[in-house]
């Protein structure tokens, strides 16, 4: 079987990406509205795999327990970029979230950035540390303003 071509991978997220910030909020916002904290997408995620997850953390407590907005916003938006250059959009994440939660919606547009500025794609090149792993005199700094 050959490999597809002209398959443009992150077409669900330059749509996003064209979006207004107010109608992108407004986008993410909903995409989460109906998490439950249940962990799913944390507990099927192969990358998962820290002695102690950042959300079972008490000192410090960096997000709170609840079903508060604010505490399931910074859930799944600490959750991604602590993926951001491991994860190889495997699914399981979604397969797993028992409320149909796109979560790949948070980890492909970083994995998309990951590539466009750092030439980087996680589970291509097994050696070496995914970028935000690593700190190089000469990384990119054109995102400090």
């Given at each position: 079987m050959t490999e597809q071509q002209g398959v443009d991978r992150y077409e669900?997220?330059?749509?996003?990406e064209a979006m207004d910030p107010e109608a992108r909020w407004k986008y993410f916002e909903e995409l989460i509205r109906p998490c439950i904290r249940c962990y799913a997408c944390r507990n099927a995620c192969p990358l998962c795999y820290c002695p102690t997850c950042f959300?079972?953390?008490s000192r410090p407590q960096w997000v709170g327990k609840s079903l508060d907005p604010t505490?399931?916003?910074?859930?799944?938006?600490?959750r991604a970029f602590h993926c951001a250059g491991r994860c190889t959009d495997c699914g399981a994440c979604e397969r797993a979230c028992p409320v149909g939660i796109k979560v790949r919606q948070f980890t492909k547009k970083l994995e998309k950035e990951i590539l466009d500025l750092y030439h980087f794609e996680a589970g291509v090149v097994p050696e070496g540390r995914p970028p935000l792993d690593v700190f190089l005199p000469d990384d990119p700094d054109n995102f400090i303003k």
């Open positions: 669900d997220i330059r749509a996003v959300v079972d953390e505490d399931v916003r910074t859930f799944h938006f600490l």
